[in-house]
């Protein structure tokens, strides 16, 4: 069965970085897109960007380039969301999705608090 | 980017009453490669991740009770429960996947009355 298990909570300090990660298993990683989805306390879902593992091609939101990447270690079929400079605004439940188009399967979040 | 924009934010319904959500993307969605139009509904429970409910705005995915329908095309789109229960209480969210960013409604809290 297809299941994404991501990576503990995290606690951060303003102007640091994080990196979540996203271990897929029960089908084959490098054949569909992983996406990142956010959600701030109070606020609805809002989309990082995409990595498609087979290529390693990435797409950003545009408010956070500069700030994220995303990448896969196929030989761990693991996706990784890294987001730099955090600020207090970065703080929320940070999903992980498989897509065939639509977002089948999600990993169950990881909570990333951002506080001084 | 394509903006969808959801309605009403907020609904109580009784238990066994008909719930409807709408939503309205700020171009059309429709995917002529199969004729289908790009667009997701999703559950939304405290605790848990987002659970797709439909795709190609009318596709029951597998599991989802078919109290749950969705239909619409172009630009509008509705997502209906036929006869709330009370495990539907939740926030529901439609979203586009015809084009990047992928853009969500700002949601709808579903409650009972």
């Known amino acids: 069965q297809v299941q994404l298990v991501q990576s503990g909570a995290e606690v951060k300090k303003p102007g640091a970085s994080v990196k979540v990660s996203c271990k897929a298993s029960?089908?084959?990683?490098?054949?569909?897109?992983i996406h990142w989805v956010r959600q701030a306390p109070g606020q609805g879902l809002e989309w990082l960007g995409q990595?498609?593992?087979?290529?390693?091609?990435?797409e950003y939101e545009q408010k956070f380039r500069g700030r994220v990447t995303m990448t896969t270690d196929s030989s761990i079929t693991t996706a990784y969301m890294e987001l730099s400079r955090l600020t207090s605004d970065d703080t929320a439940l940070y999903y992980c999705?498989?897509?065939?188009?639509?977002?089948?399967?999600w990993g169950q979040g990881t909570l990333v608090i951002v506080s001084s | 980017d394509i903006v969808m924009t959801q309605s009403p934010e907020s609904l109580a319904v009784s238990l066994g009453e008909r719930a409807t959500i709408n939503c309205k993307s700020s171009q059309s969605i429709f995917y002529s490669s199969n004729s289908k139009n790009s667009l997701a509904w999703f559950q939304h429970k405290p605790g848990q991740p987002p659970r797709l409910l439909i795709s190609w705005a009318s596709t029951r995915e597998s599991g989802v009770p078919d109290r749950f329908s969705g239909s619409g095309s172009g630009t509008d789109f509705t997502l209906t429960i036929s006869s709330l229960q009370a495990e539907d209480v939740a926030v529901y969210y439609c979203?586009?996947?015809?084009?990047?960013?992928?853009?969500f409604g700002q949601g709808t809290k579903v409650e009972i009355k």
């Open positions: 990595i498609y593992p087979k290529s390693g091609a990435t």
């Open positions: 029960g089908y084959t990683f490098s054949a569909y897109h």
């Open positions: 979203q586009q996947y015809y084009n990047t960013p992928r853009t």
């Open positions: 999705a498989r897509e065939d188009w639509k977002y089948d399967y």
